[in-house]
T-cell receptor
Framework: AQRVTQPEKLLSVFKGAPVELKCNYSYSGSPELFWYVQYSRQRLQLLLRHISRESIKGFTADLNKGETSFHLKKPFAQEEDSAMYYC???????????FGKGTKLTVNP | DVKVTQSSRYLVKRTGEKVFLECVQD?????MFWYRQDPGLGLRLIYF???????EKGDIPEGYSVSREKKERFSLILESASTNQTSMYLC???????????FGPGTRLTVL
């Protein structure tokens, strides 16, 4: 079965501090992994996906197949990073996404 | 820019009413999705359509049905609304497999 676990419902950091949002997954094959973000009063949108290996808005995420993790990291959090973050998985050849329950990040001034 | 639009931002209905939520996308995407978004539960897939008139149940299809008569439009139907269907409903579209999904702004449905 495909499963995505985000162990933290809420995460609070101060501006300028490093931030790591955890994501673990369960999937028997090679998954495609994504991070989606929803800012206040905005629609859910893609932040980054592991296959592109990009850094978006200072965020990076590395797929660790040994630990089945895809944690999202940023070295210096900004107040505008405050949002709801969802980790998602797509099985090989699948059109569907399985989402985690989300982590609400608050960056305090 | 992909545009996914939903017919209403807010909707209030009474228990037992039939409810239609409409979603339209303008990028010729073959895949369309309906999710529920609830605090603490994340996004849960209700139904998915990979082509006109084709549909597949998601994780929580009970109490819902869907219709896709045209490629750009995907409707979610609550045959007899109940209070436990009070939620935020998100529509999304995508092309191909394992690709980015583009989301609509959501419809907040309240069933009294």
């Amino acid at each position: 079965a495909q499963r995505v676990t985000q162990p933290e419902k809420l995460l609070s950091v101060f501006k300028g501090a490093p931030v790591e949002l955890k994501c673990n997954y369960s999937y028997s094959g090679s998954p495609e992994l994504f991070w989606y973000v929803q800012y206040s009063r905005q629609r859910l949108q893609l932040l980054l996906r592991h296959i592109s290996r990009e850094s978006i808005k200072g965020f990076t995420a590395d797929l660790n197949k040994g630990e089945t993790s895809f944690h999202l990291k940023k070295p210096f959090a900004q107040e505008e990073d405050s949002a709801m973050y969802y980790c998602a998985l797509s099985g090989h050849g699948s059109e569907k996404l399985v989402f985690g329950k989300g982590t609400k990040l608050t960056v305090n001034p | 820019d992909v545009k996914v639009t939903q017919s209403s931002r807010y909707l209030v209905k009474r228990t037992g009413e039939k409810v239609f939520l409409e979603c339209v996308q303008d990028m010729d995407h073959e895949n369309m999705f309906w999710y529920r978004q609830d605090p603490g539960l994340g996004l849960r897939l209700i139904y998915f359509s990979y082509d006109v008139k084709m549909k597949e149940k998601g994780d929580i299809p009970e109490g819902y049905s869907v219709s896709r008569e045209k490629k750009e439009r995907f409707s979610l139907i609550l045959e007899s609304a109940s209070t436990n269907q009070t939620s935020m409903y998100l529509c999304a579209s995508s092309v191909g497999s394992a690709n980015e999904q583009f989301f609509g702004p959501g419809t907040r449905l309240t069933v009294l």
